[in-house]
Every structure is written in C-alpha cells, then in structure tokens.
C-alpha cells in the first residue's frame, strides 16, 4: 500500500496579474454595487489557488465567469467588464 498523495499544482500569480488584481479591485469599489464585484473577484483568487487545474489565471477566472461563478447579476457584469467578456452581444450575433 502506498501513502502516495496528488501534489497540487504550484500557482504563483505573475507582477502583471497581481498589479491587475489591484486595479481591478480599486476600481471595482468606486462602482455602484462595488462591493459584490470585489468580493467576487477574491471568490475567484480564492478558488483558483483552491482548483487542481493547471490553468493561469486568467483563463480560470474567465471560465469561472461565464460558467456562472458570480452568483449576483451585478458581480457578473462588473466581472464581466474587468476581464473584458462580451456581455451585450450585437444583434447580427444574437440572432
């Protein structure tokens, strides 16, 4: 029997992700409903440094996003604003 355990990945944010982050934060918080946004964008940190996966950052945050991860519409649309996700689809693309 063998006391083998999976090694979780070592996940370091890069000077240009964590530079973003604050940003990101500050100008969450100078928002209406602000807060929610901020407090969801900590919830994806959190969940990142948390996941086995192997993703960056950004492409787990973004997933994270549009799998529903923001369970306030506000949060989602101000993450959504932040990471640059295209939230109001023009007309040709809707239909």
Same mark, same amino acid.
């Given at each position: ?7 979780? !990945? ?21 928002? !209406? ?57 023009? !007309?040709?693309?809707?239909?």
């Amino acid at each position: 029997m063998s006391n083998v355990a999976a090694v979780m !990945p070592h996940k370091i944010l890069t000077p240009v992700e964590r530079e973003f982050l604050k940003k990101g934060n500050r100008m969450m918080l100078d928002k !209406p409903n602000g807060r929610m946004g901020a407090a969801a964008l900590m919830d994806i940190v959190v969940d990142w440094l948390g996941s086995r996966a192997s993703h960056g950052f950004e492409q787990y945050a973004k997933a994270w996003i549009i799998q529903g991860g923001a369970k306030n519409k506000h949060a989602y649309m101000l993450l959504c604003e932040l990471f640059g996700l295209d939230t109001d689809p023009t !007309p040709r693309r809707a239909a």
